[in-house]
Nanobody, 124 residues
Framework: QVQLVESGGGLVQVGDSLRLSCAAS????????MGWFRQAPGKEREFVAA????????IYADSVKGRFTISRDDAKNMVYLQLNTLKPDDTAVYYC?????????????????WGQGTQVTVSS
């Protein structure tokens, strides 16, 4: 069992930056692939980024590539998502998720544990 708690969301202006954090508790955090997803009002949840166990590999959605960076600190049981050059389309609730596999995935149904989400609002 893994518990996930996100933080760091807020209201920002176009072009600003934010860093989202995800604190994980439970067993064997280092064995999990970690991902970030987001859901905007009236839209389906979509993949944002993922990092494999031990940080060996990362993948990103095309819409955030070059602007967002995912990282993990296994010593602290933390996962981060650095959001740069934010746009109004980035407005959403951002969710942290854990997948009990060594490989990354862009599919939300392949993730086993989810946090409660943190709101990011980008104002123009």
């Amino acid at each position: 069992q893994v518990q996930l708690v996100e933080s760091g969301g807020g209201l920002v202006q176009v072009g600003d930056s934010l860093r989202l954090s995800c604190a994980a508790s439970g067993r064997a955090f280092t064995g999990y692939t970690m991902g970030w997803f987001r859901q905007a009002p009236g839209k389906e949840r979509e993949f944002v980024a993922a990092v494999s166990r031990l940080g060996y590999s990362t993948i990103y959605a095309d819409s955030v590539k070059g602007r967002f960076t995912i990282s993990r600190d296994d010593a602290k049981n933390m996962v981060y998502l650095q959001l740069n050059t934010l746009k109004p389309d980035d407005t959403a609730v951002y969710y942290c998720a854990a997948r009990g596999s060594v490989t990354t995935s862009t599919e939300d149904w392949e993730y086993d544990y989810w946090g409660q989400g943190t709101q990011v609002t980008v104002s123009s």
